[in-house]
Every structure is written in C-alpha cells, then in structure tokens.
C-alpha cells in the first residue's frame, strides 16, 4: 500500500508539473502574439486551451482517488491539498492566456495599442509571477514563492494606471472607444492572471512550511493583535 501511495504522489507531482510547463507556455505565446501581432501563436493558445481542461480533469481526478483510497496525513495531506488549488488555478491561467489570444485574433489592431498604453511592463511582471510561483513548486523553495507575494501589488498598481490612461483617451476619441475597452479588458485579464500567481505562491509556502498565507500576511503574524477590530 506504502509503495501504492508513494508511485500515486509522485505522479501526480509529475502531472502537475506538465500541466505547469503547459501553462507557462501558454501565457508566453498568447503576450507574444499580443506584442508581435502573432494570429498563429494565438491560434495556438486557443486549440490547446482543450488540453489545458483535460489535463486540469485527469489531476483533479486522481487527487480526489487518492484523497479516498489512501487517507493521507500531515506533508503528504498538504501536499495534495495545494495541489487540488494549485491545479486549480493553473487552469484558471490556462483560461485568462486564451481569453487574451481570442481578443487579440478578433481585433488584431490592438497588438499597436497595447504597447501604445505600456501594457507591456505588467505583462513582463506578470509573466515573472507566474513562472517563479511555478518554479517554486517545482523546486521545493518556499523562498522564491515569497518573492511573488509583493509583486502583485507592482501589477495592480499598473493595471489602475493603464486603465486610467486608457479612459481619458476614450473620453476625447469616440472612434478608439471599442479598442480601449478590449484593452481594458486584456488588462484585467493580466491582473487576474497575476492573481492566480499569487495564489499559487501562497499554497507552495503552506505546502513545503505549514504556513497559511492570506492577503499577503502569514496568519501566526496575525494572530499577534494587528489592532483591528474584528
């Protein structure tokens, strides 16, 4: 049975991370074909968005058999419940990288744009989040999960100015109204996509340290009488 559990982590660890790799793929394609005016890598994004669901299933599926089979407990516990979250928001990823590909496919005038308004620099910043949140599961290095943590702020921070820009410009040029809101509309995508990132860095750092992570703050720092009523 001890044998049984060990090969069933191990491959959903193996799962996890193609379905990581994946993932990160296709956020590059879809901010390049974005940047570059790319409908191919676009395309690409969209038809494997398919892959990405039933990757998504197949992980979800075995941590629920494992889950009722095994009863694991303590690491092993942990373990699989951040990765049922972690699965869960690489397919949310999966699904923000493809919904920025169509909007680029259906307005391809928008690539000028976008780099236009800087949304260049958060999706750098973005791009950074979702690889090091990945790269810290893979490596076991909680460390490099906190790392993520303040950059969601640097994206939201940049998100609030884009969109900014954006409507002033909308306010003074009927005819760019359609475009802006596709580009406010990538960008809130980004955003999202940044926070799922996040969401992942928090779960590596409870995995690999028992630590729960909300809102950035660790709870046993908290708990210390913050001097908020609650």
Do not use: W
């Amino acid at each position: 049975m001890h044998r049984s559990f060990e090969y069933d982590l191990e491959k959903l660890r193996t799962r996890l991370v193609r379905m990581g790799t994946l993932v990160e793929e296709q956020v590059e394609f879809a901010f390049r074909s974005l940047f570059e005016g790319n409908a191919e890598l676009a395309r690409i994004v969209v038809e494997r968005d398919d892959k990405v669901d039933k990757l998504d299933l197949k992980i979800d599926k075995q941590c629920q058999r494992i889950f009722a089979l095994q009863q694991p407990v303590a690491s092993d516990l942990r373990l699989l419940l951040a990765a049922v979250k972690i699965n869960n928001e690489l397919e949310r990823i999966g699904d923000v990288a493809a919904g920025i590909a169509r909007q680029f496919l259906l307005q391809p005038d928008i690539s000028d744009m976008a780099a236009e308004f800087g949304l260049e620099r958060i999706t750098q910043v973005a791009f950074r989040m979702v690889k090091s949140s990945l790269d810290s599961f893979i490596n076991h290095d909680p460390e490099l999960a906190r790392q993520v943590l303040p950059a969601d702020d640097t994206v939201d921070t940049l998100e609030r100015s884009i969109i900014s820009d954006i409507i002033a410009r909308m306010k003074t040029e009927v005819d760019f109204i359609e475009s802006g809101v596709s580009l406010i509309t990538i960008a809130r995508r980004i955003e999202r996509m940044a926070d799922h990132a996040t969401n992942i860095a928090e779960n590596v750092i409870f995995m690999f340290e028992s630590k729960l992570v909300r809102h950035h703050r660790f709870d046993d720092e908290e708990s210390e009488g913050s001097g908020v009523d609650e």
